[in-house]
Nanobody, 125 residues
Framework: QGQLVESGGGSVQAGGSLRLSCVAS????????MAWFRQTPGKEREGVAR????????YYADSVKGRFTISQDKAKKSVYLQMNSLNSEDTAVYYC??????????????????WGQGTQVTVSS
């Protein structure tokens, strides 16, 4: 078993920044890739970004490309999502997820093995 714990959510004005953190424990720390998803009420959960824990390769949804950066600290078993130039459309609950084996895609939500509890990000205009 394993666990993912997110933190770093909060309220920010449009144009501001936030940094989300996700700490992996147990079997989740051995996952091949980690990803961030987000969901707003009434909408389907969407993939935001993913990182291969081995090689560090990253991928971003078009909606966040150039504004968000996913990174990792293997020693701390942590994955981060640096979010810059936030706008109201970024308001959502953000979830950290882990997939045990490759391949990975942020379009394959059901394939992810572990999920965090989510952290709320609210951007006010």
């Amino acid at each position: 078993q394993g666990q993912l714990v997110e933190s770093g959510g909060g309220s920010v004005q449009a144009g501001g920044s936030l940094r989300l953190s996700c700490v992996a424990s147990g079997s989740t720390a051995k996952s091949s890739c980690m990803a961030w998803f987000r969901q707003t009420p009434g909408k389907e959960r969407e993939g935001v970004a993913r990182i291969y824990t081995g090689g560090g390769g990253t991928y971003y949804a078009d909606s966040v490309k150039g504004r968000f950066t996913i990174s990792q600290d293997k020693a701390k078993k942590s994955v981060y999502l640096q979010m810059n130039s936030l706008n109201s459309e970024d308001t959502a609950v953000y979830y950290c997820a882990a997939k045990a084996f490759l391949p990975c895609s942020i379009d394959w939500q059901p394939k992810y093995d572990y999920w965090g509890q989510g952290t709320q990000v609210t951007v006010s205009s």
